[in-house]
Every structure is written in structure tokens, then in C-alpha cells.
């Protein structure tokens, strides 16, 4: 019955046969294995403390050559019902997806999560507490957090973690050795409510915090440092760590360039990575695969703009410079340079 269960939903659109399967059943094979090991009974007995053992089977397929994808995945974990324990803390839900209007239109990457936080901070309360005592993880919460911040970290925080996150890479002009940026969206159940907490925690980091302000939105800058001088400053980007509620969204960011372009994409809403042809194309694809249900999880890559990075940082005049420098005491990058000049790039689109 588990086999059939996952097998089932691991077909393609058009009923397409996959490649590969696959298919284990995790319990009876630690059983097996561990039949003669007193250490591997132990845990087999902890399992039910754990809630462990409500896996029931986890199984899939590989599906090669399907109409436009070159491959589809299938990875299926059948749990059983209702969850106890560490089952309890897995939360991932449906809901949308596409990419809110402050992801960037010439984003590197988006990925995005819809799962039920609250619902994972029950659980690992539950779980904490009941190897800690009653009350422990709320102890520890205000001990360790609440009171150095001086606010109800509990509540006021934990309590204002929505249903989503967005992982979103973006590359920073002029290109560099690490031009590639992070920016993580929090989403939050009450913004305007949030926002005397979040000011009152920066507020702690006193001078290493500055306040800023683009297009009516106020961020916090922090200091990590003095710039690099000589050669680093050419190739490598001095890290600007950065955070700012931004519409229903805490955004994080290690770059304020990549914070600002957020900033301006939610001003201009025109200007997001969900009005984008080739994202459009392809969310399309993924919508049309899975029919009327809604994923948990999307994740989008631009290889192209990590390649366009590199390109324009081999051809910039500033690093060609630094290379013929450097070239004339080392000798790889005698040979760098040289090939370099004896064929020269073509064009990206090339």
C-alpha cells in the first residue's frame, strides 16, 4: 500500500513512465541493519519518543526527456496521521508562490517557502519541553534573547513570523571576485505592529547602526568594518549588512545596493522578477505539471547572469590592468594574460 501510494503520484503529466524508481522503507531497514547492534536497538526504542517512527516510506522517480523539461523529479515522504514528535515540526504548506513585487527583475536566483512557522514552534517547544521540563524553551527564549534585546522576543518576534521566505541572489555593479549578493525575505503576520520592535532591537546595536532612508523606507546599515585598500577594493566587494521592513516583508541583505534595487522594484511594481518573459515561461510550465495542486516550494536560476558577471570582469579595463600587473611575478597569470590577448572574448551574447 505505501508502494502504490507514492508510485501513484510519481508520473508525469501525461502519464509518462519514469526512467528510475525508487522506494525504501526506512523503519524495517534499520531494523535489518541494526538486528545484532545494542546501540541501533536503543535508538530503534527512542523512535516513538521522537515520533520517528510515523515514517512510513519515502520513495520516487526520474522521468527523462518530457516534453519541454530534460528531467523531472519525483521525491515523495509518506508520514503517518496525525504526526507526533519531529514529524510535527515539518510544516511546509501550499500557498503562492510567485515572486513578490520586491524580488528584482534581473535576479540571479528566487527560491521561496511556504511553511507554518507557528506550527514548527510548537512543536519544537513540545519537544524541548518534554526532555527539559515545563516551560523550558520559554525560560531559555527570555533568558538568552528577551532580556538583552529588551523586548518579548517570544511575542513580538517569533510571534510576527508569517507563512513565507524568499531566498533571492543578485549580482552588484561593478562586477567583482564576489559580486553576488544575498537578500532573504521574512514575511510578517502584522508589519506596522513589528515595527516598533525591530527599531527598538537595532536600537541596541547603537553606533555600528546607521539609519537610512530610500524612497520613503526606512533600512539600518551596519558597519563590518573598514574598507579593504589596494587591489581588494577593485576586485572585491566591501560586505554592507543591512535590514528593513519593506511592504509585509523583513528583508536581510549583505549588500545595501541589493537592499535599495529591492526597495525600488516594490516602488515600481512594474519591475519584478514575475513580469520577467523566461520566469513567466517557466513558472507556467510548473503550474501546467502539477495542475490544480499548488507547490510548497519553487526554486528559479539564472546561470547566465553568474556567466555575465564573470564575462564582465574579465573584460573590464580596471582588471585587465590589475592582470597585466600582476602578470609580470607570476607566471599562470603571464599565461592568463597572454591568452587573453591573442583571443580576445566575443561578445556576451555570443
Known amino acids: 500500500r505505501a508502494f502504490t501510494a507514492i508510485m501513484s503520484r510519481s508520473v508525469g503529466t501525461k502519464d509518462e513512465r519514469p526512467q528510475v524508481t525508487w522506494f525504501v522503507d526506512p523503519i524495517e531497514l534499520f531494523k535489518n541493519i541494526s538486528r545484532e547492534n545494542a546501540g541501533g536497538q536503543m535508538a530503534l526504542a527512542m523512535l516513538p519518543m521522537l515520533g520517528l517512527d510515523g515514517v512510513k516510506a519515502a520513495g520516487g522517480s526520474m522521468i527523462y526527456a518530457a516534453e519541454e523539461f530534460d528531467s523531472i523529479a519525483h521525491m515523495h515522504l509518506l508520514l503517518d496521521n496525525p504526526r507526533s514528535g519531529v514529524l510535527e515540526l515539518i510544516a511546509m504548506e501550499s500557498g503562492d508562490t510567485s515572486p513578490e513585487t520586491w524580488v528584482p527583475p534581473d535576479a540571479a536566483s528566487y527560491m521561496t517557502v511556504c511553511w507554518n512557522f507557528q506550527k514548527t514552534l510548537e512543536g519544537v517547544r513540545k519537544l524541548f519541553d518534554q526532555f527539559n521540563g ?61 515595527q516598533p520592535t525591530f527599531e527598538k532591537m537595532v536600537a541596541k546595536a547603537g553606533s555600528a547602526a546607521t539609519k537610512k532612508n530610500y524612497r520613503g523606507i526606512t533600512y539600518f546599515a551596519f558597519q563590518v568594518g573598514r574598507g579593504q585598500q589596494n587591489v581588494d577594493e577593485v576586485l572585491l566587494r566591501q560586505p554592507s549588512p543591512c535590514l528593513g521592513v519593506v511592504g509585509d516583508y523583513l528583508l536581510f541583505s549583505d549588500s545595501v545596493s541589493c537592499l535599495e534595487t ?57 582588471t585587465r590592468r590589475r592582470l597585466e600587473e600582476a602578470a609580470q611575478t607570476n607566471q599562470a597569470l603571464r599565461a592568463l594574460n597572454a591568452a587573453l590577448k591573442e583571443n580576445p572574448l566575443p561578445p556576451f551574447a555570443a
Open 262 to 318: 529591492a526597495i525600488a522594484s516594490k516602488h515600481d511594481g512594474s519591475r519584478s522578477l514575475a513580469d520577467e518573459l523566461d520566469f513567466k515561461l517557466i513558472y507556467s510550465r510548473i503550474q501546467q505539471h502539477l495542475g490544480s495542486t499548488k507547490p510548497g516550494m519553487v526554486a528559479f536560476q539564472r546561470p547566465e547572469e553568474t556567466m555575465r558577471s564573470f564575462y564582465e570582469l574579465a573584460t573590464s579595463p580596471t
Open 134 to 194: 515545563e516551560h523550558a524553551l520559554s525560560n531559555a527564549v527570555k533568558r538568552r534573547l528577551s532580556d538583552p534585546l529588551g523586548v518579548d522576543f517570544e511575542k513580538d518576534v517569533l510571534g510576527q513570523v508569517g507563512n513565507r521566505v524568499t531566498h533571492v541572489s543578485w549580482f552588484e555593479k561593478p562586477a567583482r571576485v564576489n559580486s553576488g549578493t544575498n537578500l532573504v525575505g521574512v514575511r510578517l503576520v502584522n508589519a506596522s505592529a513589528f
